[in-house]
């Protein structure tokens, strides 16, 4: 697999208040399984199961995958500005590996 | 119907069939709205993804060997256009090669890295990146010269009918554009977005893996990835792409 890439799109500036967009895009083949592989294994379930984003201290959105989503999701939300600060992309794997990104929203 | 109207309704379908021989339309153009939009939509379109890894293979350094970008500096401004200008005869083989055989050709001989190998993600995302940066300019491959021969070999390629079905491209992609073939609409088999973001792919894929598909529609044999006789084929499809604008990455169903 390649390594794991997220774009996420949103406006850098805001006004307090303001709602917001803010658009996720991610490469990930979101392999539902099942298939089985030479050896005759069965190979497992590996997709992102979970996708949350904290804001200003408190989760704003939270995405639970299952196997009917696309590989390399797309999913865009909305949030109201508050106050300057990152907002922290978290992505939990089956397996329990996770992929954090940051992005920065500037409120004037 | 009376006859006199019938005869209306058939100049009529006559003029229409004969607007849209003249007029080639890239495969974006038969692609649904929403689809259209998601392509241009650098956030939406999955594409991008591999743009962005190319990008960041174009200055990564591999041991001593010098990055893509220690020549191609400014690639922004320094390769705008290049992907409109392939496939081409390359100057020192005097063989035709196209832009996934020009990033193999520069990684191993000027880099002296190991080949990243056809369909592979590094080489689709170089390719992706490298093609992106022409978005917007118009085809303009050349036809002269050493590559009258190619160009001649690929337009016979298009015409000739092959496979169990015994089907030449050019029956489709002439004959009945914009008529469905099972799911989609048959469109003039313009390679402008290529790479591109196939929904059945769930990935990105070259021109040549598209190709690839279209032999083994019509039964026919697949050549290999950068095989002589699908850079021909890609070089007759740029000049019937002549002054279409690169699309790539482009999202196709």
Redesign the interface.
């Known amino acids: 697999m390649a390594s794991f890439n997220a774009r996420i799109t949103m406006p850098a500036e805001a006004k307090a208040g303001d709602i917001v967009e803010i658009r996720v895009l991610v490469r990930h083949p979101m392999d539902r399984g099942g298939q089985v592989d030479a050896e005759g294994r069965v190979v497992p379930r590996k997709i992102l199961n979970r996708l949350t984003v904290i804001y200003a201290g408190e989760p704003v959105f939270r995405y639970d995958m299952h196997t009917g989503v696309s590989a390399n999701p797309f999913v865009s939300f909305t949030t109201r500005a508050v106050e300057t600060g990152d907002l922290l992309f978290e992505w939990r794997e089956d397996g329990g590996a996770t992929f954090t990104r940051t992005a920065r929203l500037v409120v004037t | 119907m009376t006859s006199a109207s019938r005869v209306v309704a058939t100049a009529l379908l006559a003029l229409a069939g004969a607007a849209g021989a003249e007029e080639i339309k890239p495969g974006s153009a038969f692609l649904s709205p929403q689809m259209q939009r998601q392509q241009e939509d ?3 379109n ?1 594409g ?2 591999w743009v ?2 190319g990008e960041e293979l174009f200055s990564r350094r591999d041991g001593v060997a010098p990055t893509c970008a220690s020549c191609h500096a400014d690639p922004k401004r320094s390769l705008r256009g290049a992907a409109a200008r392939y496939p081409q005869v390359d100057a020192a083989g005097g063989k035709l090669i196209n832009l996934e055989g020009r990033i193999e050709q520069c990684r191993v001989e000027r880099q002296k890295q190991p080949a990243f190998g056809y369909e592979s ?1 590094e080489l689709l ?1 170089l390719t992706a990146y490298v093609a992106s940066l022409s978005q917007g300019v118009p085809l303009s491959v050349s036809t002269e010269g050493a590559a009258k021969p190619y160009y001649e070999a690929g337009k016979s390629f298009y015409e000739r009918r092959q496979g169990q079905l015994n089907l030449a491209c050019t029956q489709c992609h002439d004959g009945l554009v914009g008529q469905k073939l099972r799911g989609d609409t048959i469109s003039y088999g313009i390679g402008t977005g290529f790479p591109a973001y196939r929904l059945e792919w ?2 990105l894929g070259s021109l040549h893996r598209r190709l690839r598909a279209c032999s083994l529609g019509v039964r026919a044999t697949q050549f290999d990835y950068g095989s002589d006789e699908y850079l021909a084929l890609e070089l007759y499809l740029a000049v019937r792409a002549r002054g279409l604008p690169v699309e790539a990455p482009g999202l196709r169903r």
Do not use: D, K, V, Y
């Open positions: 650098e956030a939406r999955p991008w993804l962005e890894q993600q995302g769930n990935g």
